[in-house]
Each structure stands twice: as structure tokens, then as C-alpha cells.
């Protein structure tokens, strides 16, 4: 028999299941944003960045060592890499297959970055492409008034502001095929203790490296604090950012743009046009100079017998979904 739950989540939230398959229709022309808002958004997202970027020049040799450095990129790549390839192209759109050794191991990298239990975060993005850039879409820049000032309010809602609003009653409708699986449901449900752990563990490592007390704290602060900031500025500029900002080569039914800028920084997700015409790709970055580390890591793991069904693009697809004007 049939879960029409199932149909549900094939049909509506992941709308183009062949990566070769056309989008019935385009979306209208986009309303054109003034340069203004544009630097506006890109001022209020690469200043916290710098920011961060600038503090271990300041407090270099008591308040940041080099082992500061190592758990604060190593555990930036691993729980970035948690939200991009486990939570995002695997467990939302299904772009490739593995066991369920694997499966639970990038749950747990998702949940050390803080963004919120795999279900929840799933049922969320599902619904976002469901309804992307229109009512009902969970976080549009595009759902506030018009105006400068609407566009600002929107690209706040779409950063951050979504997280502080009351969960759809149907999101659980969204997750019934991830909620068959025992195994995710467990992994689920510890969702605190992976947060801890994501904390503690920058913390024990900073301390047993370094040798001192000082090191537990500096580790906490960047392998654990720090690190959960960057991962979720980053990853939310993609909800405001690359729906703003950017280029559109392919036709999609919303105002997606390419982001080079997120495209680095966020591991391959900044290629934010192409994964909204192909969904279940698992690749984003689909020239050869878009760097899209999770694809690297999908690769890898298809090469090893870890992954498997991993669902591309033909180039006929791409032609096809190419924008002409």
C-alpha cells in the first residue's frame, strides 16, 4: 500500500525528483532591488565576519593560539558539512543513498551546529521549497512589503527572524518517511546532548592540547561558540543572501540567485539558483570553478562504496533549464 504521507513528500515538497526533469514553469521576471538595499544586506552579513575575522589578531597569544585555530576550522568544516551534506542533500532531498552508520553520523554533525533537531529542520526546508518566495515559504526575503524598508524586513525575517516564529502545525507532515527509520528518531531525540557534546568536546581537546585551564576556555569559546556563530551566519545568509543577491542561470520558480561569496564559504550551498532548479542534485556547484566542498565530500564517499544513487544533471538538463534572457 501506498503512504500517501509518501506522495506527499514526492510530489509537492521535493517537486523535481529526476534532476533532468523541467520545471513546468518559470517564475515572472524579478523585481528589480535597488543597489542600495543590495549593499545594505551584504554590510549587514560580511561585518560580523570580518569581525570574527579580526579578534584572533587582537588577542593572539593569550585570548587565541594555533590550537584555538585548528578546532575552531576543524569543527567548522565538520558541522558545516553536517547541515550541507547530511542535513540539507541528504536527508531533505534524498540526492544520494548510504548506510545508516553514515546517515546517523551526519545527524549528529548537524545537530553540534546548533541549527535545530534534523526533523525539524528537514520538515522546515522541505516547506521552504514547497512554497519558495511565496506565502507560506518559512523564510522569504520576499514576503514583507515592498520599499526599502520592506526589503531590509524581509532580509532580516529570512536571516533570522523565521526562527523566533511559531512552527507550522503541519510541519511533522513533512518528515514521515525520515520518521520510519528508529535510528533517526533516537538521534532526533538527543538532540541536547549533541549540542553538549559539540560544546565539550572543542573544550576537553583545547585542554588536553594546550595543557592549561586557559586552553579549555579559549577552546570552548572558538572550536565551540565561535564556531556555532560562524555556521549559522553563514548558512542563514543563504536563506536572505542568495535569495537577494546574486545570479540566476537557470529558469526556477522563485527569485534563487548564485552567491559566490556563500558558494565558498558555505561549503557549496551558495549556488543557491542551481539547487533551486535542481533540487535533488548533488552537486550545486555544476562548472568546474564553482567550488562545492560537500559535492567533493559526496565524491569521495561514492568512491569508497559509502554513497550511492548519487543524482546528477545531464548537460541536456542544464541546456534545457538555462535561462535565455
Same mark, same amino acid.
Given at each position: 500500500?501506498?503512504?500517501?504521507?509518501?506522495?506527499?513528500?514526492?510530489?509537492?515538497?521535493?517537486?523535481?525528483?529526476?534532476?533532468?526533469?523541467?520545471?513546468?514553469?518559470?517564475?515572472?521576471?524579478?523585481? !528589480?532591488?535597488?543597489?542600495?538595499? !543590495?549593499?545594505?544586506?551584504?554590510?549587514?552579513?560580511?561585518?560580523?565576519?570580518?569581525?570574527?575575522?579580526?579578534?584572533?589578531?587582537?588577542?593572539?597569544?593569550?585570548?587565541?593560539?594555533?590550537?584555538?585555530?585548528?578546532?575552531?576550522?576543524?569543527?567548522?568544516?565538520?558541522?558545516?558539512?553536517?547541515?550541507?551534506?547530511?542535513?540539507?542533500?541528504?536527508?531533505? =532531498?534524498?540526492?544520494?543513498?548510504?548506510?545508516?552508520?553514515?546517515?546517523?553520523?551526519?545527524?549528529?554533525? +548537524?545537530?553540534?551546529?546548533?541549527?535545530?533537531?534534523?526533523?525539524?529542520?528537514?520538515?522546515?526546508? !522541505?516547506? =521552504?521549497?514547497?512554497?519558495?518566495?511565496?506565502?507560506?515559504?518559512?523564510?522569504?526575503? =520576499?514576503?514583507?512589503?515592498?520599499?526599502?524598508?520592506?526589503?531590509?524586513? +524581509?532580509?532580516?525575517?529570512? =536571516?533570522?527572524?523565521?526562527?523566533?516564529?511559531?512552527?507550522?502545525?503541519?510541519?511533522?507532515?513533512?518528515?514521515?518517511?525520515?520518521?520510519?527509520?528508529r535510528a533517526l528518531l533516537i538521534e532526533n531525540a538527543l538532540f541536547p546532548v549533541w549540542v553538549a557534546l559539540g560544546l565539550l568536546i572543542p573544550a576537553v581537546l583545547g585542554g588536553l592540547l594546550t595543557k592549561t585551564w586557559s586552553g579549555v576556555w579559549t577552546g570552548l569559546i572558538w572550536g565551540g561558540l565561535v564556531r556555532v556563530f560562524l555556521v549559522h551566519h553563514v548558512t542563514w545568509s543563504v536563506n536572505s543572501a542568495c535569495h537577494l543577491w546574486g545570479l540566476r542561470p537557470y529558469r526556477s520558480n522563485d527569485e534563487s540567485r548564485n552567491n559566490a561569496v556563500f558558494g565558498v564559504l558555505a561549503m557549496g550551498e551558495g549556488w543557491h539558483n542551481t539547487h533551486h532548479a535542481f533540487p535533488t542534485s548533488a552537486r550545486h556547484g555544476l562548472k568546474w570553478w564553482q567550488i562545492d566542498i560537500s559535492y567533493w565530500v559526496i565524491w569521495i564517499l561514492e568512491r569508497t562504496g559509502l554513497a550511492w544513487d548519487v543524482k546528477l544533471p545531464s548537460p541536456q538538463a542544464e541546456l534545457r533549464m538555462r535561462r535565455t534572457s
Open positions: 500500500m501506498i503512504d500517501p504521507a509518501e506522495l506527499l513528500i514526492e510530489k509537492t515538497v521535493l517537486p523535481v525528483a529526476d534532476p533532468d526533469a523541467d520545471l513546468p514553469i518559470d517564475c515572472d521576471p524579478p523585481e !528589480r532591488i535597488s543597489l542600495a538595499v !543590495r549593499l545594505a544586506v551584504l554590510i549587514v552579513i560580511l561585518v560580523p565576519l570580518l569581525g570574527v575575522a579580526a579578534a584572533p589578531f587582537i588577542v593572539w597569544g593569550w585570548g587565541f593560539r594555533w590550537t584555538d585555530l585548528i578546532l575552531l576550522l576543524s569543527l567548522y568544516f565538520l558541522t558545516a558539512l553536517g547541515i550541507t551534506v547530511g542535513y540539507h542533500r541528504l536527508f531533505v =532531498h534524498r540526492s544520494f543513498e548510504t548506510n545508516i552508520v553514515v546517515k546517523f553520523v551526519f545527524a549528529v554533525l +548537524g545537530s553540534m551546529a546548533v541549527q535545530g533537531p534534523l526533523l525539524k529542520w528537514v520538515a522546515t526546508h !522541505r516547506k =521552504h521549497h514547497q512554497h519558495s518566495d511565496k506565502e507560506g515559504d518559512p523564510h522569504s526575503p =520576499h514576503v514583507e512589503s515592498a520599499g526599502i524598508f520592506g526589503v531590509l524586513r +524581509g532580509a532580516w525575517h529570512a =536571516h533570522i527572524g523565521w526562527m523566533f516564529d511559531p512552527d507550522p502545525p503541519d510541519l511533522e507532515s513533512y518528515v514521515q518517511d525520515l520518521r520510519r527509520s
